[in-house]
């Protein structure tokens, strides 16, 4: 299996534009999970999806933030627009619910907004 | 407020020595407890884990402690080898929900040949 596969691997854009970073999900897996880290708050959990559907976007910072599942295999996560506060890696996450605690991470996305 | 804490950044230590790394928390709902380890340019990858209803759990060189009266865990690894070098994070989370992880920072551990 290829694992969790994120796009771009690194993304440099001006503040104002629209960002959208994107992840597979591993084959079988129903739950998806989006990671913001930074050096003052570590990883913080952004969004969680199970079987598609958001099921807890408390940690979305504002709603310049968007998340969508349009299939069980793919997830895009959208910055519109962009702020330099913005910078950080971004990780996506798949797991199998019941399986506690094996989130798969994917390498990240650092972005790095100007 | 930061819920975990891992309070060292960084930690050297000689190859096949122990390697000690420690995390508390302050949520008294934390039941369940996890280290993840991270290389440069890769994702976290699950290490160990924890339940509340332990003290120990142990998986070839690396070990788990939970200290629940101190709110405190700490991941021993014997021998530490080169291959070690990561960030270790410490993760919990509590009975009320299955899914959601709040990390420490991280420990830069540095295993020196």
């Known amino acids: 299996d290829a694992g969790v596969i994120q796009s771009p691997r690194h993304e440099v854009t001006e503040m104002g534009q629209e960002v959208t970073l994107r992840c597979k999900l591993i084959s079988g897996h129903n739950s998806l999970f989006w990671y913001r880290q930074t050096m003052m708050r570590g990883l913080e959990l952004l969004i969680y999806f199970n079987n598609n559907v958001p099921i807890d976007d408390s940690g979305m910072p504002e709603d310049r933030f968007s998340a969508k599942m349009p299939n069980a295999s793919f997830s895009t996560l959208k910055i519109q627009p962009s702020e330099p506060r913005d910078s950080a890696v971004y990780f996506c996450?798949?797991?199998?619910?019941?399986?506690?605690?094996?989130?798969?991470f994917g390498s990240g996305t650092q972005l790095s907004v100007l | 407020d930061q819920q975990v804490k891992q309070n060292s950044p960084s930690l050297s230590v000689q190859e096949g020595r122990i390697s000690i790394l420690n995390c508390d928390y302050t949520?008294?709902?934390?039941?369940?407890f996890l280290w993840y380890k991270k290389y440069p340019a890769e994702g976290p990858t699950f290490l160990i884990s924890i339940s509340s209803i332990k003290d120990k759990n142990e998986d070839g060189r690396f070990t788990v402690f939970l200290n629940k009266s101190a709110k405190h865990l700490s991941l021993h690894i014997v021998p530490s080898q080169p291959g070690d070098s990561a960030v270790y994070f410490c993760?919990?989370?509590?009975?009320?929900?299955?899914?959601?992880?709040?990390f420490g920072k991280g420990t830069l551990l540095t295993v020196n040949p």
């Open positions: 996450a798949s797991s199998l619910t019941d399986s506690n605690e094996k989130l798969f």
């Open positions: 993760a919990a989370k509590s009975g009320g929900s299955n899914y959601k992880l709040t």
């Open positions: 949520n008294s709902m934390f039941d369940y």
